[in-house]
């Protein structure tokens, strides 16, 4: 579990759970796993020399860390989808005034079918609950398809 995140078993779309030793490191984890859904993650670091850099720029607030968890992820899909750019990795990303805003800069290209696993729509809200478990959070996390 070194990537900080592992897919899960759903029936009709598509589940993860990630994890985290602090909130911050909980989002990031939510989001590269909500990255590694969308995008074919390996094959775009693989010919990035050939191909076009963009940023992706989150900026999420909100009261609680499940619904900026959830803000987060549903800010990449919108402006994934609005600008047609495949996200791929994160290059910095931040959590302050208490837990309440998380942003990051997210690498992307544009969109391809050769470098798109899946066509993500939304994060489901069901079942979307933080967890803690000694010195870990985690949080499961569906993506419908």
């Known amino acids: 579990m070194s990537r900080g995140y592992r897919f899960v078993s759903h029936t009709a779309d598509i589940a993860f759970i990630a994890y985290g ?3 911050k490191e909980l989002i990031d984890n939510s989001v590269r796993a909500l990255i590694e859904s969308i995008s074919y993650v390996d094959d775009i670091k693989k010919d990035i020399d050939r191909l076009q850099r963009r940023s992706i720029i989150i900026d999420a607030r909100s009261d609680d860390i499940e619904s900026l968890i959830w803000r987060s992820l549903q800010l990449l899909i919108s402006y994934s ?12 990303s931040s959590l302050n005034d208490s837990n309440k805003h998380y942003s990051a800069k997210i ?19 069901h079942n979307l609950k933080l967890n803690k478990n000694r ?10 398809v």
């Open 135 to 144: 010195s870990t959070y985690s949080i499961k996390i569906v993506l419908d």
């Open 21 to 23: 030793s602090s909130y």
């Open 81 to 92: 989808d609005a600008e047609s750019l495949l996200p791929f990795s994160i290059e910095s």
């Open 107 to 125: 690498s992307a290209i544009d969109d391809s079918p050769y470098y798109r696993k899946f066509d993500v729509k939304a994060v489901t809200l």
